[in-house]
T-cell receptor, first 112, second 115 residues
Framework: DAKTTQPTSMDCAEGRAANLPCNHS???????VYWYRQIHSQGPQYIIH???NNETNEMASLIITEDRKSSTLILPHATLRDTAVYYC?????????????FGAGTQVVVTP | ETGVTQTPRHLVMGMTNKKSLKCEQH?????MYWYKQSAKKPLELMFV???????ENNSVPSRFSPECPNSSHLFLHLHTLQPEDSALYLC??????????????FGPGTRLTVL
């Protein structure tokens, strides 16, 4: 039973911002939202995570709605190297030893 | 460079062979994981180790046998595999119990083909 739903795919123009949506309508109060990405034939890479507040790091920004039922990952200036599958994952802080449940993710293709 | 290395990167084996996959993390983490990624399918968590103790086994067939001799090394021993076991096998590590919970660092994976 998937805890998150994401679009199957989306395209983005190079240099533009990429906004990746994720629905997690059944999220609990103690569950964080995590984003990972996986470039073809490589291992997944952690991007960012958050609980309630918006978060920003050198890779991306995470915007979480006030009711926490959805979030958006923003890649501010997409490059061709950002082409990857992006995974939105919810995980409880009480989950023991880092269990992450990956879904199908969103295939993002950045075009010139 | 993620700090997690895996060898070999590619492996082709017959159904009667015995082989091992190796993972090493250089990050001082206390948890390590094996994942399987079959074609067109999401990553599946196979095993979780914390402080060398196995804490999770997601109904993985006994032909896959993990070993964690210390907190930096993780092995996956393979024997009498089936062609459907062909997949990308990924190792990951993390430091659990702190603010970075959930931030896992993945290796590049071993692409396994079973003939």
């Amino acid at each position: 039973d998937a805890k998150t739903t994401q679009p199957t795919s989306m395209d983005c123009a190079e240099g533009r911002a990429a906004n990746l949506p994720c629905n997690h309508s059944t999220i609990s109060g103690n569950e964080y939202v995590y984003w990972y990405r996986q470039i073809h034939s490589q291992g997944p890479q952690y991007i960012i995570h958050g609980l309630k507040n918006n978060e920003t790091n050198e890779m991306a920004s995470l915007i979480i709605t006030e009711d926490r039922k959805s979030s958006t990952l923003i890649l501010p200036h997409a490059t061709l190297r950002d082409t990857a599958v992006y995974y939105c994952i919810v995980r409880a802080t009480t989950d023991s030893w880092g269990k992450l449940q990956f879904g199908a993710g969103t295939q993002v293709v950045v075009t010139p | 460079e993620t700090g997690v290395t895996q060898t070999p990167r590619h492996l082709v084996m017959g159904m009667t062979n015995k082989k091992s996959l190796k993972c090493e993390q250089h990050l001082g983490h206390n948890a390590m994981y094996w994942y399987k990624q079959s074609a067109k399918k999401p990553l599946e968590l196979m095993f979780v180790y914390n402080f060398k103790e196995q804490t999770e086994n997601n109904s993985v067939p006994s032909r896959f046998s993990p070993e964690c001799p210390n907190s930096s090394h993780l092995f996956l021993h393979l024997h009498t595999l089936q062609p459907e076991d062909s997949a990308l096998y990924l190792c990951a590590s993390s430091q659990e119990g702190g603010r970075a919970d959930g931030e896992q660092f993945f290796g590049p994976g071993t692409r396994l083909t079973v003939l």
